[in-house]
């Protein structure tokens, strides 16, 4: 099995602690960040993922809006770019604790969070990054 993550969400499983947009949204984060913990890997997807399965029949549900899509793509640029890899439709990623460590140090850096403009979770996310990831429900297999 493998866990269908779109390339935005990459970097908001990063700062992960337990808050989301409706106890629902949130009991499926915990459920999918659970199973990365055990090293299930991920599959990359264009579109709603299975963090965004709550909220799909929410009125005013942003997940398949152009500038989440924008968001997805400028994700994936920055990502691929930073772990020297493609980054597309259909490629498997294991955060591992190498790759884990090395995707909230560029986080944390700046270098791969231009998808993160606009974001309304922007400022937590850089408080969470500023104190060292202490918290955060993601960690790694290994």
């Not at 942003?62 to 259909?90: F, M, Q, Y």
């Not at 990623?93 to 140090?105: A, M, P």
Request: proline residues 6%.
């Amino acid at each position: 099995m493998s866990v269908s993550i779109r390339p935005h969400h990459l970097l908001c499983m990063l700062t992960y602690l337990g808050k989301g947009y409706t106890p629902a949204f949130v009991q499926n984060y915990s459920t999918i960040v659970q199973r990365l913990n055990e090293g299930e890997p991920i599959e990359l997807v264009e579109g709603p993922d299975t963090l965004c399965q709550p909220m799909l029949d929410e009125p005013g549900c942003h997940c398949r809006n152009e500038s989440v899509r924008d968001r997805d793509r400028t994700a994936a640029a920055d990502i691929a770019l930073a772990l020297g890899r493609p980054l597309e439709k259909g490629n498997s990623i294991i955060l591992d604790r190498q790759t884990l460590s090395f995707l909230r140090d560029a986080f944390a850096n700046g270098s791969i969070r231009k998808a993160c403009q606009g974001c309304e979770w922007q400022n937590m996310c850089s408080a969470i990054a500023r104190n060292e990831f202490r918290g955060c429900h993601l960690t790694s297999p290994d």
